[in-house]
């Protein structure tokens, strides 16, 4: 997904959600507050802040999730799967783009909506398991393509004493990508089992993150701190391989895994925006922000592997429970500007 996309596909919500507070103001309800440094438009007793940021973003993820391979399909053949799931992002640093509003009226109340995603961009992905039908020292390294990441998110805070200010929000968070063509450790591609001519695998996280937090507002900055013992992630793995037997006939080979953690992860979030104004109307700045997240425990897996075409068709399925850990980290920086009107 393009900055551009995700700017069209943000730009709704953030529009349905300014008119949420229009309606708010009429019915006489509490004065909503906005972040210094940005820009404002004022709509009767509302001021509603738009802002866009870009910048550049690395991004650290590592999920392990190891499982017993049991089924057999009804042929007798036992499943040819890994042991375990356990990959890594390798230069991981994309472009980043973000849409949002923050408003307010009179009052300590204030509202902030944000839209952020990447730049798709092709990365490597390393993964640890050992394949045992591959006779080949882990770790593999595979091309990975489209990696996408955005997130949504939504915050209420109230000032409590002078610039100070306790939030409270939730955040939606999703990051997947493709990757295929393994090799080893020494660029060497790695032979694919027998008869398979294709080998394709995606990975994708949604994490639900309800937060708590604290704010500090100064003349021209702003800094945050977030904290949630909640996130609550879901992955899932698809894979696909196809292959041609002796010249006969061709199958393909699909397989889904998802997982779900019984309980919930950390979540820790920092950033630091510092404006400046360069002309009455028109306000640029820079700002970082540090994002964590770590999740390990049991948790429920759900595989479901097929075959579609030659002679022997099949289809298995196989739920457990098993103890995975998953760690991401983002480390953000760049630019903002607004207009004031």
Same mark, same amino acid.
């Given at each position: 997904m393009s900055i551009r996309a995700c700017v069209k596909k943000s730009a709704a919500s953030l529009l349905i959600a300014g008119l949420v507070l229009v309606s708010v103001n009429i019915s006489g309800a509490q004065v909503l507050s906005s972040i210094p440094g940005?820009?404002?438009?004022?709509?009767?007793?509302?001021?509603?802040v738009p802002f866009v940021q870009v910048g550049y973003k690395n991004i650290g993820f590592n999920l392990n999730l190891p499982f017993t391979v049991t089924p057999v399909d009804q042929f007798g053949g036992v499943f040819n799967g890994p042991p375990a799931l356990d990959?890594?992002?390798?230069?991981?640093?994309?472009w980043v783009g973000s849409i949002g509003l923050?408003?307010?009226?009179a009052s300590a109340l204030f509202l902030s909506l944000r839209a952020d995603g990447n730049a798709t961009k092709?990365?490597?992905?390393v993964t640890g398991e050992n394949f045992p039908w591959w006779q080949i020292q882990a770790p593999y390294i595979w091309s990975g393509s489209g990696l996408q990441w955005w997130d949504i998110d939504g915050m209420v805070g109230y000032t409590f004493f002078k610039d100070w200010s306790a939030v409270v929000g939730v955040r939606y968070?999703?990051?997947?990508?493709s990757f295929a063509n393994p090799v080893d450790q020494t660029g060497t591609p790695i032979n694919l089992p027998p008869n398979t %001519?294709? /080998?394709?695998?995606?990975?994708?996280?949604? !994490? &639900?993150?309800?937060?708590? #937090?604290?704010?500090?507002?100064?003349?021209?900055?702003?800094a945050s701190l977030l904290y949630s013992p909640f996130a609550s992630p879901q992955v899932a793995t698809p894979q696909s391989s196809s292959a041609i037997v002796l010249g006969l006939f061709s199958y393909v080979d699909s397989s889904l895994m998802n997982y779900n953690f019984a309980s919930t992860g950390s979540f820790v979030d920092g950033y630091f925006e510092?404006?400046?104004?360069?002309?009455? %109307?028109? /306000?640029?700045?820079?700002?970082?922000?540090? !994002? &964590?997240?770590?999740?390990? #425990?049991?948790?429920?897996l759900n595989w479901l592997d097929s075959s579609v075409g030659g002679p022997f068709p099949s289809s298995v399925v196989d739920p457990q429970s098993t103890t995975g850990t998953l760690n991401t980290y983002g480390l953000s920086g760049g630019l903002s500007a607004a207009l004031s009107f």
């Open positions: 940005i820009g404002n438009l004022d709509i009767a007793n509302i001021r509603v990959l890594n992002f390798r230069d991981a640093g994309v923050d408003a307010r009226l092709n990365i490597s992905v968070d999703k990051v997947t990508v %001519t294709q /080998l394709t695998q995606d990975i994708v996280v949604k !994490t &639900w993150i309800p937060y708590i #937090g604290l704010q500090l507002n100064g003349p021209n900055y702003k510092y404006d400046v104004s360069i002309r009455d %109307t028109l /306000l640029f700045g820079l700002w970082a922000r540090g !994002t &964590w997240m770590r999740f390990s #425990g049991n948790g429920d």
